[in-house]
T-cell receptor
Framework: KAGVTQTPRYLIKTRGQQVTLSCSPI?????VSWYQQTPGQGLQFLFE???????NKGNFPGRFSGRQFSNSRSEMNVSTLELGDSALYLC???????????????FGPGTRLTVL | KNQVEQSPQSLIILEGKNCTLQ??????????LRWYKQDTGRGPVSLTI?????NTKSNGRYTATLDADTKQSSLHITASQLSDSASYIC?????????????FGTGTRLLVSP
């Protein structure tokens, strides 16, 4: 079974631009969560999508948004990029809603975003 | 305030030796605690998930313990191997009105030296 895939793996943008990252979950998984990881802050939860609906949200500004499609694939969008948005963005999938129990989460390799 | 603190921040041990990583939390109400291993340049991989009633859980050479009274967890690595070199992240979930709030530690970076 293929794992979680994320595209692109690396991305360089400039301040003020917007970016869209893509995540394909493990086949059969219906929940997709997004995380931001930086050296200073560590892993921070962005949001979780399940059945095309956002089910849980972290403390990030509205510039960060996402969506999930009927095939469970998910996209994350960051508008008006700032230097501080440079980070590794990780996507994780689970069979059921991750935030509702002890469901195991499987992470993708991440997208390394650099904002210049 | 919900917090997860991990210690040490970094650790170097010789191959074949054992080590223990610590995780202290103030997350409430507690739902579960997870340990992840993250290799450089890769996404985290789940090692263990522990609920309130579980004191210990093993996954091969990795053994996690949980003391819900003192709000402490540890991850013990036995007979370390070079491939154990990675960051280990402790994540505690608080159950909040039907969903879970995740609180992440900043991780312990382990280097196993030959």
């Amino acid at each position: 079974k293929a794992g979680v895939t994320q595209t692109p793996r690396y991305l360089i943008k400039t301040r003020g631009q917007q970016v869209t990252l893509s995540c394909s979950p493990i086949s059969g998984h219906r929940s997709v969560s997004w995380y931001q990881q930086t050296p200073g802050q560590g892993l921070q939860f962005l949001f979780e999508y399940f059945s095309e609906t956002q089910r849980n949200k972290g403390n990030f500004p509205g510039r960060f948004s996402g969506r999930q499609f009927s095939n469970s694939r998910s996209e994350m969008n960051v508008s008006t990029l700032e230097l501080g948005d440079s980070a590794l963005y990780l996507c994780a999938s689970s069979l059921d809603r991750f935030s509702s129990g002890t469901n195991e989460q499987f992470f993708g390799p991440g997208t390394r975003l650099t904002v210049l | 305030k919900n917090q997860v603190e991990q210690s040490p921040q970094s650790l170097i041990i010789l191959e074949g030796k054992n080590c223990t990583l610590q995780c202290n939390y103030t997350v409430s109400p507690f739902s579960n605690l997870r340990w992840y291993k993250q290799d450089t340049g890769r996404g985290p991989v789940s090692l263990t998930i522990m609920t309130f009633s579980e004191n210990t859980k093993s996954n091969g050479r990795y053994t996690a313990t949980l003391d819900a009274d003192t709000k402490q967890s540890s991850l013990h690595i036995t007979a370390s191997q070079l491939s154990d070199s990675a960051s280990y992240i402790c994540v505690v979930s608080a159950s909040v009105t039907g969903f879970q709030k995740l609180v992440f530690g900043t991780g312990t970076r382990l280097l196993v030296s030959p």
